[in-house]
């Protein structure tokens, strides 16, 4: 079963993705904020993370970069899954090393999709 890490810090996103990925058999693991993301990373080594780039603390993209510089975390495929839908933004998350770009609102059918192909990849 693939851990996937959702970090996200709306209550209801992490929910929604909380129980979809769980109803495709993957396991779920949440964080609200980039450091609770950094510290699931290294407490439950997921297989793909879900990352928001709007959270406290530190943003998806520090969260993204810290990932990329860690020897543990360099090739976790990365889905950027957020609101910030400028080019610039897109383009920063691709070349810090986030594998896909998704923007909200979006459909959790794709995002699912996405998530597969990453993880058949891997």
Same mark, same amino acid.
């Given at each position: 079963?693939? %851990?996937?890490? *959702?970090?996200?810090? $709306?209550?209801? !996103? =992490? $929910?929604?993705? @909380?129980?979809?990925?769980?109803?495709?058999?993957?396991?779920?693991? %949440?964080?609200?904020?980039?450091? /609770?993301?950094?510290? =699931?990373?290294?407490?439950?080594?997921?297989?793909?993370?879900?990352?928001?780039? !709007? !959270?406290?603390?530190?943003?998806?993209? /520090?969260?993204?970069?810290? !990932? =990329?510089?860690?020897?543990? #975390?360099? #090739? %976790?495929? *990365?889905?950027?899954? %957020?609101?910030?839908?400028? /080019?610039?933004?897109? *383009? $920063?998350?691709? /070349?810090?090393?986030?594998?896909?770009?998704?923007? +909200?609102?979006?459909?959790? @059918? $794709?995002?699912?999709?996405?998530?597969?192909?990453?993880? +058949?990849? +891997?």
């Amino acid at each position: 079963m693939n %851990t996937i890490l *959702v970090a996200d810090d $709306e209550p209801l !996103m =992490r $929910e929604l993705l @909380e129980f979809r990925l769980a109803q495709r058999d993957y396991h779920p693991v %949440t964080a609200a904020d980039g450091r /609770e993301a950094l510290a =699931r990373l290294e407490d439950s080594s997921p297989d793909a993370v879900v990352l928001d780039a !709007m !959270m406290p603390v530190h943003d998806g993209f /520090e969260v993204l970069r810290r !990932m =990329r510089a860690s020897s543990q #975390h360099a #090739h %976790t495929p *990365v889905i950027m899954l %957020t609101a910030r839908r400028g /080019e610039k933004d897109i *383009v $920063e998350a691709l /070349e810090i090393g986030a594998n896909d770009y998704l923007v +909200k609102p979006f459909m959790p @059918e $794709e995002l699912l999709a996405r998530l597969a192909r990453l993880l +058949k990849d +891997k």
